[in-house]
């Protein structure tokens, strides 16, 4: 069994925390991010079952973190790079917050762009490697049929725009990027209504990542491999 390399952001709760659980009981090798190791109790315990679990620390609101990450990684070869870090501030019209709006912008979209970009010479070195953003079917226009949350759809549309953008540009170094859905999970950020566990959500995102090839890249696909509209 080839085991890879994964590098997964915002891995201290929820669908990042199982990522990191999964991909190391597989036997590959995961860095994991969170933006404070103090606040990752959880994530602590589970690096301290697996010796093939680094944690870092990154916040990835703050570009030249991102950059400063990349570099202390310079030499890895980075197979798998998820960007799952992600805020949902609440917002509906006549109640939007302009600084939550920047903030949501920065951790939901610019941060998948500038992990692209900082770690590009990492995955280059895989042989096919994956980039993955993790969205929500919250930022499909077409799925769009209740409004409201303005600030969490707006984020997760733009981040769709650049994964599509990502995937023309990084296609001469083999690299498949795509969007994927979580499904509508009991998290924390999920809430507890949610129809599916984060172990069924990401068994499914593992299995549709292991699938991936270039065909596929720029594609928006949910957890269970069904195409979602832009």
Known sequence: MHTKTVLITGANRGIGLEYV??????????????????????????????DNVELLTLEVADV???????????????????????TYPDS???????QAWLHAFQVNTLSTYYLAEAFLPQLQRAD??????????????ADNGRGGEYIYRSSKTALNMVVKSLAIDLRPSNITVAALHPGWVRTEMGGPNGL???????????????????????????????????
């Open 21 to 50: 659980k999964q991909y190391a009981e597989n036997g590959d090798q995961v860095y994991a991010t969170v933006r404070d190791l103090n606040q990752a109790a959880a994530l602590r315990h589970l690096a301290s079952q697996h």
């Open 196 to 230: 599916i566990d984060t172990q069924t959500s990401v068994r499914g995102l593992r299995q549709v990542i292991a699938q991936l090839d270039t065909h596929q890249s720029g594609h928006f696909i949910a957890y269970d491999g069904q195409e979602i509209p832009w």
């Open 92 to 98: 509906a019209f006549g109640n939007t917050d302009v």
């Open 64 to 86: 030249s973190a991102i950059r400063a990450l990349a570099n202390v990684l310079s030499t890895l070869t980075v197979d798998i790079l998820i960007s799952n870090a992600g």
């Open 128 to 141: 096919a490697a994956k980039f993955i953003a993790m969205t929500s079917k919250m930022g499909s226009i």
